[in-house]
């Protein structure tokens, strides 16, 4: 199987030619036509296997293809438990969309405040970010998210703990529409708090673990 079989958007094809890849790994082989299709994903694999990819493609794809579901709110949110995890995959989320008219904004903790209140006024299509920071600018009404319509968690085992639950619960519940697709990547799923709150989050998933038998 390669990238092209997944029927992805040309514009969004055009821009991952960057990167040089052909063939998906496991966990984009599977996860991309579940994301695809529309349905929530609660998905493992381990470290270097090529996550970022697995949502962020499927994320664009669905931003491409499909009619907003509000005029402002950002389009997807993505959750990241650290800094350096959050400008990684803001780096490869704006390598794909250079050239387009989609926007996006990097909504980080230790950095200015009012500038990332500027950054949310222009409603940007794509937010990462970490949750404490995203919460504190929900809570100031610098942003809404009834019209979001995907929200991703990576790396949520580490954002649990790191003691970010009810930051993800503020923003699972700032984030209602009916239509919401919900995509949750964790490095272990057999974890009682892991598993209690993908099953808040999520509904009705599609599970695909990669790599440790489960
Ligand atoms: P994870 O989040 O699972 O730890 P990353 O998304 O950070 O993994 O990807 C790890 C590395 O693999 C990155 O350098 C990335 O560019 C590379 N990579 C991603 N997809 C592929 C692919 N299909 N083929 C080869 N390398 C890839
Ligand atoms: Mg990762």
Redesign the pocket.
Known sequence: MLFKDFGLDTRLMRSFEH?G?D???E??ERAIPEVVAGRDLLAS?????????AYLLPAINRVYQRRALSRRDPRVIILVPTRELAK?VYGQLRTLLAGSRLTSALILGGENFNDQHKALQKDPHFVVGTPGRLTDHLEKRHLYLEGTELLIL?EADRMLDLGFADSMRAINKAASHRQRQTIFFSATLDNTDVSNIAEELLREPSRVAVGHGS
């Not at 694999?45 to 990819?53: A, I, W």
């Open positions: 990167f890849y063939v998906p790994t966990i984009q694999s381990k470290t270097g296997s090529g996550k970022t990819f990684q990576d």
